[in-house]
């Protein structure tokens, strides 16, 4: 008879095996995550702000409110602004969201609230601009006369070639502004320009010398110009030019240049440019492709400081969204020519037909033209 004798710790194997993993188990958990040390902080460059409306008492708070996230990432912060009742104070605070709270220890959590104090500017309200918004169907010309330059006429259309169409500028209801807009037609035949020039075609409106002085850009002054515009799906662009907007300078020997330029072109793929010319050679400041911009209302917000030592900056954006779409900025550009008297705006259609095979008939919607002189 063979007696196989098992040894002790073999017989309680099993146990042992259950024992090492609840240890080690046990040891994993006792680990702990120590939390970073980091201090994040809020600090104001203003003590007090002179504020006139809620749009520009949200802008003066950006301004001058800095935050300091130290190791963490923004995201894991909160900030907040609190007012009192009479919004003559606010105290703006950062502190860590509920979930990133055992994260990090906040070294210094006295710098995480600052106070400025708010004064209601009431004697110097912000500029109001001139507006020119769509009314409904009727008597469009009349109403941009009205605002443009009343008793005169900035409009060039082309109707004296097509006078069988009518008015080449109507207003219809735009469901998706909710509010009346302007249609600006343009035909690849019969229009041109005006009845002066054949290799083109021009659908706009404008400020000029009939104009009052508030619409026309002098130098050393800021203006705001502001609007909205839709080209429709499938439109199409020259591989000359299609301008929808210029800024032009009236008086001495460059004139007749546009000093800048919103432009439509053909190519692979179409592209919005923006367009500068210094004198009389102009060149392309920026571009974007222009097929994410078709079949959607868009708004634009051009703002020029004229002068010699002039400023411009120009911010396209979806107006369904707010998503900027195009923007340019230069702190330091040449914004008046010579001998030049004012400068002016204009909108509409402004196309070459040398390649007019490249072209349709196109219906360009236009709204809430704005023109604001804040310097």
């Known amino acids: 008879m063979n007696n196989k004798i098992e040894h002790p710790l073999m017989l ?192 706009e409106i404008k400020t000029y010398d009939k104009s009052p002085d508030n619409l026309l850009g002098i130098e050393n002054e800021t203006v705001v110009y502001n609007w909205k515009f839709k080209l429709a799906a499938g439109f199409q662009s020259s591989p000359n030019f299609t301008h929808i907007h210029q800024l032009k300078s009236v008086g001495g020997s460059f004139e007749s240049m546009p000093m800048y330029t919103l432009t439509t072109r053909k190519g692979s793929p179409d592209k919005l440019e923006l367009r500068y010319a210094e004198t009389d050679d102009q060149n392309t400041l920026s571009e974007t492709n222009l097929n994410p911009l078709i079949d959607t209302w868009l708004e634009v917000t051009e703002t020029i400081k004229y002068g010699t030592l002039g400023t411009y900056e120009i911010k396209i954006k979806k107006v369904s969204d707010d998503t900027v779409v195009f923007e340019y900025s230069n702190a330091s550009i040449i914004n008046w020519r010579p001998e030049a008297t004012f400068v002016r705006p204009k909108w509409g259609i402004y196309r070459s037909l040398l390649n007019s095979q490249d072209l349709r008939d196109e219906e360009v919607l236009f709204a809430d033209f704005s023109i604001t002189e804040i310097e």
Do not use: M
């Not at 046990?26 to 702000?49: A, G, M, Q, Y």
């Not at 979930?99 to 210094?108: P, R, V």
């Open 12 to 203: 309680r194997k099993p146990f042992f095996l259950i024992l090492t993993i609840i240890l080690i188990s046990c040891s994993k958990n006792d680990e702990t995550i120590e939390p970073k040390i980091t201090d994040i902080s809020i600090s104001s460059s203003e003590s007090l702000i002179f504020w006139v409306d809620h749009v520009d008492l949200t802008q003066k708070l950006e301004n001058a409110l800095t935050y300091n996230y130290g190791a963490a990432l923004e995201n894991e912060t909160e900030k907040q602004q609190s007012f009192n009742s009479d919004t003559t104070q606010v105290q703006a605070t950062i502190h860590f969201k509920i979930e990133s709270q055992s994260t990090y220890i906040d070294t210094n959590p006295l710098n995480n609230s600052v106070t400025i104090d708010l004064i209601k500017d009431i004697e110097n309200p912000i500029p109001q601009g001139v507006e020119l918004k769509a009314d409904g169907p009727g008597t469009t010309y009349e109403l941009i006369t009205s605002v443009l330059a009343p008793g005169f006429n900035p409009i060039e259309v082309p109707d004296c070639n097509h006078a069988e169409f009518g008015n080449h500028i109507d207003e219809l209801f735009d469901n998706e502004l909710n509010t009346n807009v302007f249609r600006f037609y343009i035909h690849t035949t019969p229009d041109n320009d005006r009845c002066i020039n054949f290799d083109r075609q021009r659908n």
